[in-house]
């Protein structure tokens, strides 16, 4: 029998240097992206990454990048990198702490985009975080209108009241029911 081949073996995924904070390690990027002097408004996007029969999926590691408050892609001269990553906890859980982005572009809504890493996918997968409160932007937004209205749906996070920080959650189903949907990268 022939031996696999690098693209159908997944792993190992080396979590001390993707993920390091979680290993004891220095972080170089985390799930914090902003602090108390980050210019713009603080968000905090939190939910849970679940497979196709809604099991959390306790060691994915999620990346996301995105324009700062005023919707400019960060090179880190005002010490906002506009990257992150978090790791899923036992329940599939992550957070990050961010600023809500401005508009990229006059057709775009304000979004995150989303880079989702996991045992078992040979290929990651890339989606998009839209605002609920962004109703108007989201309407115009090319990629969002493009969607059958119950599908659109797994692209906007919702908001979560009663947080001393704006709160948003964000949940990923990687297949079945009410799956997330993922662009081409």
């Known amino acids: 029998m022939p031996a696999q081949t690098p693209s159908q073996t997944v792993g190992p995924f080396f979590s001390h240097a993707l993920t390091p904070g979680q290993s004891g390690y220095r972080a170089v990027v985390g799930n914090q992206l902003a602090d108390e002097k980050t210019a713009g408004t603080a968000i905090r996007i939190e939910g849970r990454v679940a497979d196709g029969a809604g ?3 306790p060691d994915a590691m999620i990346e996301i990048w ?12 005002e010490g906002f990198l506009g990257f992150g990553r978090a790791s899923t906890d036992t329940e599939g859980a992550y957070w990050f702490r961010t600023v809500k982005p401005g508009t990229p572009t006059a057709a775009a809504a304000p979004h995150i985009s989303v880079a989702i890493f996991a045992r078992g996918m040979l290929n990651h997968l890339f989606t998009r975080i839209y605002f609920a409160d962004e ?29 001393a920080i704006v709160t948003y959650e964000f949940s990923i189903r990687l297949q079945g029911e009410r799956e997330t949907v993922f662009l081409d990268g």
């Open 55 to 57: 099991a959390p999926v």
């Open 135 to 163: 109703t108007a932007a989201n309407a115009a937004d090319p990629l969002l209108s493009s969607l059958e209205r119950d599908r659109r749906a797994t692209l906007v996070a919702s908001p979560i009241n009663g947080r």
């Open 66 to 77: 995105q324009a700062d408050h005023r919707g400019r892609y960060p090179d880190g001269s």
